[in-house]
């Protein structure tokens, strides 16, 4: 998909902020700098529309932004960081689950984990929980470019079995660095719109 615009429309700490839009939104979560922000700017073309850190935990918020006036992707942050105190934690908790479990909008979620490692505990709850919740999720193994063909291709075993998936469950292999994968995650993305 070609984005010609892209902008920050809403930044939402309470369930209040939520935007009123029928726009279909599509969710980025994952652990704490698994490369959610790297991916959405990867995907829509621009190198700093979500800003991207590397210190872990700085998401603090729910980010909407709005492409081309039609669909809008959504980053959540990201969860499994121990330095983000838990008063912190406890605060994101209920507007995230708020939002994924009760967001009419949400036509998807895009649930990211890092190729290099085996899914954490963390991970494991979280693709359970959107199994449960019937959210149609596209699980994306970030950081590619840092293993070998022979090694990325053990370790998208590893993460299968890791989160309990089902043969036709959907894992895609992608690298902000590259963009390797971007065109197969589109793809996944517009078979949910």
């Given at each position: 998909m070609k984005i010609k615009q892209a902008s920050?429309?809403?930044?939402?700490?309470?369930?209040?902020?939520?935007?009123?839009?029928?726009?279909?939104?599509?969710?980025?979560?994952?652990?704490?700098?698994?490369?959610?922000?790297?991916?959405?700017?990867?995907?829509?073309?621009?190198k700093n529309l979500a800003r991207t850190s590397s210190t872990p935990g700085?998401?603090?918020?729910?980010?909407?932004y709005l492409l081309n006036e039609r669909i809008c992707f959504v980053d959540l942050p990201g969860y499994g960081y121990a330095k983000v105190s838990k008063k912190e934690r406890e605060r994101w908790a209920p507007i995230i689950e708020d939002y994924l479990g009760a967001r009419?909008?949400?036509?998807?979620?895009?649930?990211?984990?890092?190729?290099?490692?085996?899914?954490?505990?963390?991970?494991?709850l979280m693709s359970d929980w959107l199994r449960a919740h019937t959210i149609p999720t596209i699980t994306i193994?970030?950081?590619?470019?840092?293993l070998s063909r022979g090694a990325l291709n053990k370790q998208l075993t590893v993460i299968r079995k890791g989160l309990n998936f089902f043969?036709?469950?959907?894992?895609?292999?992608?690298s902000a660095k590259t963009g390797s994968g971007r065109d197969e995650v589109w793809k996944a993305i517009k078979g949910l719109i």
């Open positions: 920050l429309e809403a930044a939402a700490y309470i369930v209040s902020d939520f935007p009123n839009w029928d726009y279909p939104e599509f969710s980025f979560i994952g652990r704490s700098n698994v490369g959610k922000s790297s991916l959405l700017n990867k995907l829509i073309g621009r700085k998401t603090r918020g729910i980010y909407f009419v909008n949400l036509r998807g979620c895009l649930h990211l984990i890092d190729c290099r490692h085996e899914p954490t505990e963390s991970d494991q193994a970030t950081k590619a470019d840092k043969e036709d469950d959907l894992l895609l292999p992608f």
